[in-house]
T-cell receptor, first 108, second 117 residues
Framework: SSELTQDPAVSVALGQTVRITCQGDSLRNFYASWYQQKPGQAPLLVIFDKNNRPSGIPDRFSGSSSGNTASLTITGAQAEDEADYFCNFRDSSNMHYVFGPGTKVTVL | QVQLVESGGGVVQPGGSLRLSCAASGFTFNAYSFHWVRQAPGKGLEWVAA??????????GDSVKGRFTISRDDSRNTLYLHMDSLSPDDTAIYFC???FGIGLDSWGQGTLVTVSS
């Protein structure tokens, strides 16, 4: 199956650590990427290929993977991290992308 | 700086057609692959289509295959999405995005397509 699953919502206290997970059989074969989306804005790539950050993304964002599960960790969450986070994998052989359903992160 | 600007959205009746455009600037357009990704109101992201640099390879999501066509004009630095046989399920914000090889690193702000009678 190419489907990805994510918890619908998580909350984290300001300055604490939160882990968002993404599950799917395809993650055994493909690296996950993560996109952040704030209301009314376009998505923003925050992690690619499991644990790489594009330029300008704070180092409090990190990624990891084990088996069929990919994770995005925000260490020391800030108010501006409140957003929806979508996991994703790409099948380079056919240029297909698949997105997870998204996790809404609330910073308390 | 890298900029992607979508246009062409609007209200269309079920069964109708629409062509979206994505004008690019600030980088070498013909060196990149591009994608269209949509988001229905209040919903998540859905990948729609992709086109390789050079335009010789296209790919489509199952929900649009046979109805949508992605294309590019490198002389105009513009990406297109031609949409036929539209249904209310196609109502969404449509984003174009640049593929830097291992992710979508630049996105436009999107254009809203509403399919309604």
């Amino acid at each position: 199956s190419s489907e990805l699953t994510q918890d619908p919502a998580v909350s984290v206290a300001l300055g604490q650590t939160v882990r968002i997970t993404c599950q799917g059989d395809s993650l055994r074969n493909f690296y996950a990427s993560w996109y952040q989306q704030k209301p009314g804005q376009a998505p923003l790539l925050v992690i690619f290929d499991k644990n790489n950050r594009p330029s300008g993304i704070p180092d409090r964002f990190s990624g990891s993977s084990s088996g069929n599960t990919a994770s995005l960790t925000i260490t020391g969450a800030q108010a501006e991290d409140e957003a929806d986070y979508f996991c994703n994998f790409r099948d380079s052989s056919n240029m297909h992308y698949v997105f997870g359903p998204g996790t809404k992160v609330t910073v308390l | 700086q890298v900029q992607l600007v979508e246009s062409g959205g609007g209200v269309v009746q079920p069964g109708g057609s629409l062509r979206l455009s994505c004008a690019a600037s600030g980088f070498t357009f013909n060196a990149y692959s591009f994608h269209w990704v949509r988001q229905a109101p209040g919903k998540g992201l859905e990948w729609v289509a992709a086109i390789s640099y050079g335009g010789n390879k296209n790919s489509y999501g199952d929900s649009v295959k046979g109805r949508f066509t992605i294309s590019r004009d490198d002389s105009r630095n513009t990406l297109y999405l031609h949409m036929d046989s539209l249904s209310p399920d196609d109502t969404a914000i449509y984003f174009c995005a640049r593929d830097f090889g291992i992710g979508l690193d630049s996105w436009g702000q999107g254009t809203l397509v509403t399919v309604s009678s």
